[in-house]
DNA sequence: ATGACTCGCTAATGCGCATTATCACCAGGA
DNA sequence: TCCTGGTGATAATGCGCATTAGCGAGTCAT
């Protein structure tokens, strides 16, 4: 229409008229005017397959984003993502196909894999299989996850939480409130996330000279003389604060409950706990900040986001009277 | 490495070794071995651009999906259209990148529109563009609207809720209830949901005989003489209820509030409105079967899906006593 | 007039796949 | 021997773009 090859269309289109290659002003502004009159938009497909970027982020998460159990979870994250990826000009992709069998949680690469149409992955999770990680990073698909990760055949990219640095305030706190006695409930591994949180504890009461005290679950908190409890979960938290009342333990007077962040099982709650808040819709943001750099210049960037302390009311000076 | 062509793997990636074309046993497992080996994926780019298909499906919406302020109106949605692609083997595209400038709303066509790297698309929102769905239609892009859409050039692929029904039961109940003079607050245009929603009250005044009386805003509500209002939006119901409070106005015994629906506003509440359910979730997943049908064998698929109604507790018989 | 150079554009190629037409081979029948 | 038919594979092509080498025309200096 324009009367000029499917290259000049191109160049043009790609503003490459510059330097070595040369459009006329006059043909350019032709094809300018052609292009707005169709509304013809490049395949973005084929700009793909001809390497080039495609200006689309894939999201990757294990279960569904949207329905209530995850929502809670994801939600923050998301918003995050989704606010920088449209300064990035950049689509999002989420993954909604990747589960291959009912009941099953979804799997990263499958025969009908798709993540290699975006530019770049971010994934989210709270845990992340191992294998996946491994082969993301040996099939060299540009990703971050959010959420520190172990290495897997090598660094993984993330931006996570600095639970150790959150965690250890914590008992630190605690302790210059006279706390002698500290415990934390929580599994403690599996997840990268809960590993952080027991390692900042250990740390804690090590810098403190506290003594800590591991519990699997709030079974044994009440004979085992701590003033202080640590839980990762917040519904363990409430547990236990319900738990204290009935055995006609003030909270925090007599017991303080500190929580520590994650919040798998939704549950409802007027305590004010204290703790630590977790940035995640900053680590949203970053997580596409990030992958935007190893899009652009490879790498494997880690890092890790400061949690705000949250005052709250469950903490409080140790009593002085022994128990 | 299985020493074969590029199109026997090909062949025996997709399963097309039947009938026409023929693979013998012996070479399709070699094949198979070396892709579990390798663990070889076809570069779903590649392949779109061969085929034309791509089980992605778009997803527009006018504001971005996840921040507070447009989540909750959004969320349900979502929630339908992620379930459904998941059972379709579809990804789900998002487009974040169609803001242009800061502070506007998302456009569809700009000069880097990638509507069409998906099959098809999921138009979402309170209200859209007269002049994009034209030129959605014109330019044959497959998509389904989840809400109502007038006509423009042409009937638009839709599904939406059965608004003039629903409302003109709410009317029948009250009128059935005694009510005579029943009252419509709100634009009653603007979008084409709000121009239901007055429809099915002009119907269902006719229908009962009663007195219908339209008010744009709460405002002259007191002075009309009407013992039941219907307002679009929950917010002015609040407002209503608490207004006739002051009054002195006991609610539902001397004035019944029905609310339609509408959630622009978010406010809380717990008061039990008597209204309708609109079905978010059940139109997502039945906007993504629409879209699978249209992007089969095409057309222009109209659906409205009937509302629940919610019994709730601001409707009671008229008062005998004359006010 | 001839070479050197610039300007503006295009032909040709490749990306990795799906698809189609075709080919080499062998067996069996005329 | 020649033909037919079936079997199992492949060479070639195109999808729509980005990229690169190179071409024709004009300009300028020698």
Do not use: W
């Amino acid at each position: 229409m324009a009367g000029v090859s499917q290259t000049t269309v191109s160049l043009v289109l790609n503003g490459r008229a510059d330097g070595e290659v040369r459009i006329s002003l006059e043909t350019r502004d032709r094809v300018l005017q052609v292009i707005r009159e169709t509304g013809y938009v490049a395949d973005p497909v084929a700009r793909r397959l001809a390497d080039r970027r495609n200006r689309i982020l894939g999201v990757f998460t294990y279960e569904a984003v949207f329905p209530a159990e995850s929502a809670d979870f994801y939600h923050p994250f998301l918003v995050g993502i989704e606010e920088c990826a449209e300064e990035a000009g950049c689509d999002l992709l989420l993954f909604t196909s990747a589960k291959v069998v009912e009941g099953e949680r979804r799997r990263i690469f499958s025969s009908e894999s798709r993540i290699r149409l975006a530019d770049g992955c971010v994934l989210l999770g709270r845990t992340v299989d191992r294998g996946d990680l491994a082969r993301l990073l040996s099939e060299n698909v540009p990703f971050v996850s959010v959420g520190r990760r172990d290495d897997a055949g090598g660094p993984v990219p993330y931006v996570g939480a600095d639970y150790p640095r959150a965690v250890r305030a914590l008992v630190e706190r605690a302790a210059a409130l006279g706390h002698r006695r500290i415990a934390y409930v929580g599994a403690g591994l599996g997840a990268e996330s809960l590993a952080d949180r027991l390692r900042g504890f250990t740390e804690g009461v090590a810098a403190t000279g506290a003594e800590g005290v591991r519990l699997p679950s709030a079974d044994g908190l009440f004979d085992s003389g701590a003033t202080a409890v640590l839980t990762e979960e917040l519904a363990d938290g409430v547990a236990i604060v319900q738990a204290a009342r009935e055995r006609g333990l003030a909270v925090p007077d007599e017991l303080s409950v500190l929580v520590l962040g994650a919040n798998t099982t939704p549950v409802h709650t007027d305590i004010d706990f204290t703790g630590f808040h977790i940035p995640r819709r900053e680590m949203g943001r970053r997580a596409v900040e990030l992958l935007t750099q190893v899009l652009e210049s490879g790498g494997a960037p880690r890092e890790l986001l400061p949690c705000e302390l949250i005052e709250g009311s469950t903490l409080a000076p140790v009593q002085n009277e022994e128990r």
